[in-house]
């Protein structure tokens, strides 16, 4: 006998003011967590850069249990994918902050503020290094690399338009792994300009990768000598954060608009 649950979803655009801009993310609130089997073939589903998963947390540590899956695989981190969440449950249950248990980032708080919402994350360090087989197939050659062990890498130019130009072998940085390969360059219209790539993830150039600001926050508040900074991810659709180090946070300032929300049903 065939069943169906009728599963709560939202499909948000994060970091964005207005429709169309920003991040996509589809958030789902669950009773409890059916298998990751499941969890994966809906990320698949959805074909959103991710796929946000909660539950109510039971250990008191969080409101919240929460999860990302890209369309291939459950990932460590996603910032954009949090807000969003943020966004849907303080727009449906009220109040001002809401925290999140995760499974490998510890414990991450979206809150109300002027712009929308902050997001905290941890604060990613890196520290100078060589990746040549990456550079390679960037299709330009930065002026410094910077490496993390958990695959977040940080690839340094001298201007917007380097950036803005890259056309990156995708296929060939995917089969690196599923690194974030993050491009950032001084701003024009804000402090700081960045593009990821992330195709090893299913992700061939995200939208707006709040993970990847919260690497680029520490990286650039010590370049820029102050806190806090303007950034723009230069995807095609577009996303604006303000980034600002608090101790060993990366809070990511930014708006959200819920595009639609509805039932998603899992038939089985």
Not at 7 to 31: K, R, S
Not at 50 to 73: M, Q, S, Y
Request: charged share 20%.
């Amino acid at each position: 006998m065939s069943t169906s649950q009728a599963i709560p979803y939202w499909h948000v655009d994060a970091f964005a003011n207005a429709t169309f801009g920003g991040n996509q993310a589809a958030v789902m609130v669950l009773d409890e967590w059916p298998e990751d089997a499941v969890l994966q073939a809906i990320g698949e589903e959805n074909n959103f850069a991710e796929t946000a998963f909660v539950v109510r947390d039971d250990t008191g540590e969080a409101d919240w249990e929460l999860r990302w899956f890209t369309p291939t695989c459950e990932i460590r981190l996603c910032g954009h994918a949090t807000l969003a969440s943020g966004h849907v449950l303080l727009e449906r249950d009220g109040g001002d902050r809401v925290r999140f248990r995760t499974r490998n980032a510890g414990i991450l708080e979206v809150s109300r503020s002027e712009a929308g919402y902050d997001l905290a994350l941890p604060a990613i360090p890196t520290s100078r290094g060589e990746k040549p087989e990456a550079v390679a197939l960037l299709g330009a050659e930065p002026r410094e690399v910077h490496l993390n062990p958990y695959r977040y890498g940080i690839y340094l130019f001298d201007s917007a338009d380097q950036v803005l130009a890259l056309d990156p072998d995708l296929r060939g940085l995917g089969a690196l792994g599923d690194d974030q390969f993050i491009c950032t360059a001084p701003g024009t219209e804000t402090d700081v300009i960045s593009r990821v790539f992330v195709p090893g993830g299913g992700v061939d150039e995200d939208s707006f990768t709040g993970s990847a600001h919260a690497v680029l926050t520490p990286f650039w508040a010590d370049r820029l000598g102050r806190k806090s900074f303007t950034a723009f991810q230069a995807s095609q659709r577009g996303g604006h954060a303000t980034c600002t180090l608090s101790g060993d946070r990366a809070v990511l300032s930014g708006g959200c608009v819920t595009v639609v929300e509805g039932v998603f049903y899992l038939n089985g």
